[in-house]
């Protein structure tokens, strides 16, 4: 069973930065493509960034320029650098697979306020 353990996030004042981390459970974790997610208070969960097993990446036009998703296949773990924070990224952010989705995590709370 896949499970998912995403950390790294916390308070940060505009304009500062955070490094999420979700690490996965499993086997063939390289194969997957893997994504992800944020949910506001009162808001649909959404798909923000995805990366491909070959390495692409795609990200939401919100965040487009500011963040940037990378994975390490070896440690089965995907990150997300996250810059230029502003308060409308607030949100608890979570990893999956956008393809074949697995039970949620958790989670990891962003505050990004001054």
């Known amino acids: 069973q896949v499970q998912f353990v995403e950390s790294g996030g916390g308070l940060v004042q505009p304009g500062g930065s955070l490094r999420l981390s979700c690490a996965a459970s499993?086997?063939?974790?390289?194969?997957?493509?893997m994504g992800w997610y944020r949910q506001a208070p009162g808001k649909a969960r959404e798909l923000v960034a995805r990366i491909f097993s070959n390495g692409a990446t795609m990200y939401d036009d919100s965040v487009k320029g500011r963040f940037t998703i990378s994975r390490d296949n070896a440690e089965n773990t995907v990150y997300l650098q996250m810059n230029s924070l502003k308060p409308e990224d607030t949100a608890r952010y979570y990893c999956?697979?956008?393809?074949?989705?697995?039970?949620w995590g958790q989670g990891t709370q962003v505050t990004v306020s001054s």
């Open positions: 499993g086997s063939s974790f390289s194969i997957y493509t």
């Open positions: 999956n697979r956008p393809l074949d989705p697995r039970t």
